[in-house]
């Protein structure tokens, strides 16, 4: 099956610092990616949508300048948490979509982002 | 706007059988998804409608009215392992998907 990968899988930062959190689609190519927040209790929000080699199309209030989504390659996607604070603090989840079938949508196992 | 509603909370015993409703608006409709999400995991994929009625996998059964915008997922034989989070989404015009708030499900023995 159509495996997606997250590293790190957990990290702590300072408040201020930046954070890189990698997604990659192991065993095929995705043309769109997409990163997730998740509050504890609540349900997935959609922070951006990325297509390799174009620019991240992100969400109502999301600041694109803060987080910043870099899809080089078709297997691999990144978020940049930058000047992180406290508030910022969540389980980041990226997804990766195989081809044109929307259906298709696989997770990767998440990313718990504590700044402290 | 779009909504997606689903109980929040439903606790069911262990060999019994336990219904999760799901209502949704949104705008166009693309098909209806199920997700599980045990505690500090990402959601793992259970079913897909995106015609009328019932599909039938295992354990895990979903059904579909678009006409009433409605879902449903049927866990049968409940095992204490089903305990988690059952998360509803909806794929719109956009092909976006849109989630609901998800239905923590409590086995007890």
């Known amino acids: 099956g159509a495996v997606v990968s997250q590293h790190p899988s957990w990290v702590i930062c300072k408040s201020g610092t930046s954070v890189k959190i990698e997604c990659r689609s192991l065993?095929?190519?995705?043309?769109?990616m997409f990163w997730y927040r998740q509050f504890p209790k609540q349900s997935l929000m959609l922070m951006a949508t990325?297509?390799?080699?174009?620019?991240?199309?992100?969400e109502q209030g999301v600041e694109k300048d803060k987080f910043l989504i870099n899809h080089a390659s078709l297997t691999l996607s990144t978020l940049t948490v930058t000047s992180a604070h406290p508030e910022d603090s969540s389980f980041y989840i990226c997804?990766?979509?195989?081809?044109?079938?929307?259906?298709?949508?696989?997770f990767g196992p998440g990313t718990r982002l504590t700044v402290t | 706007g779009q909504n997606i509603d689903q109980p929040t909370e439903m606790t069911a015993t262990e060999g019994a059988i336990v219904q999760i409703n799901c209502t949704y608006q949104t705008s166009g409709f693309n098909g209806l998804f199920w997700y599980q999400q045990h505690a500090g995991e990402a959601p793992t994929f259970l079913s897909y409608n995106v015609l009328d009625g019932l599909e039938e996998k295992g354990r895990f059964s979903s059904f579909l009215s678009r006409s009433k915008g409605y879902s449903y997922l049927l866990l049968k034989e409940l095992q204490m392992k089903d305990s988690a989070s059952y998360l509803c989404a909806v794929l719109d015009s956009n092909y976006q998907l849109i989630w609901g708030a998800g239905t923590k499900l409590i086995i007890k023995p």
């Open positions: 065993d095929f190519q995705a043309t769109t």
């Open positions: 997804s990766a979509r195989p081809g044109q079938e929307f259906y298709e949508q696989y």
């Open positions: 990325s297509n390799e080699g174009s620019k991240a199309t992100y």
